[in-house]
């Protein structure tokens, strides 16, 4: 099945600065792969997803890119602000005909420092 | 427009014990998904249901049953509780192949003693 490692498995930046998680994967089958955020004691919630055939995707100040030959995609937050301190996730899945089971990374928690 | 609704929110078990964890979305979703969630471990897919009618396992079924009520709910089981069982559980629902965005449910901290 599809392995997702993530790292680092904690960050900590300065308010302003910009934060990198990374993440690699093993099923070259996989052709989606989203993002998740988690505040403390919250559910998780979707910010950015890419295709497998997009290279880059941005909104706003994250922007997520991937590399199919190297089976790694990152997600990069610009000019961080104190609520972006959470825990992401990055996952990876076959798509809808597989049955769009998403294999989760260990999570990164980013804490931005005022 | 609730979204994903599950209960209990918190919940606990002496080995052994059996339980049920319930789940039901409003948004005429397709697929739905239980997951637990362990510290450094991420998500990890207990089961899912693609459409009404069919569940299928995840990585880490073992311990556990699922039932598809119909397109609204989706349930969980344990049969017979224990320590590694200790989890926090999310269910999740998705609409289909035109949006794979998954909507969360709000979690069940369950602690198996």
């Known amino acids: 099945g599809e392995n997702v490692e993530q790292h680092p498995s904690t960050l900590s930046v300065q308010e302003g600065d910009s934060a990198v998680i990374k993440c690699t994967y093993s099923d070259s089958a996989s052709n989606y792969f989203p993002w998740y955020k988690q505040e403390l004691g919250k559910r998780p919630q979707l910010i950015i997803d890419i295709r497998s055939n997009v290279g880059e995707k941005k909104d706003q100040r994250i922007a997520v890119t991937l590399n199919k030959t190297a089976k790694h995609f990152s997600l990069h937050i610009t000019e961080t602000q104190p609520e972006d301190s959470a825990v992401y996730f990055c996952a990876a899945s076959p798509g809808w005909a597989a049955g769009n089971k998403l294999t989760f990374g260990g999570g990164t928690r980013v804490l931005v420092k005022p | 427009n609730a979204g994903v609704t599950q209960t209990p929110k918190f919940q606990v078990l002496k080995t052994g014990q059996s339980m049920t964890l319930q789940c039901a979305q409003d948004?005429?979703?397709?697929?739905m998904y239980w997951y637990r969630q362990d510290p450094g471990m991420g998500l990890r897919l207990i089961y899912y249901?693609?459409?009404?009618?069919?569940?299928d396992k995840g990585e880490v079924p073992n311990g556990y049953n699922v039932s598809r009520l119909n397109k609204r709910e989706f349930s969980l089981r344990l049969e017979s509780a224990a320590p590694s069982q200790t989890s926090v559980y999310f269910c999740a629902s998705s609409a289909g192949p035109e949006n794979e965005k998954l909507f969360f449910g709000s979690g069940t901290q369950l602690s198996v003693l």
């Open positions: 948004m005429n979703h397709n697929s």
């Open positions: 249901s693609a459409s009404e009618g069919t569940t």
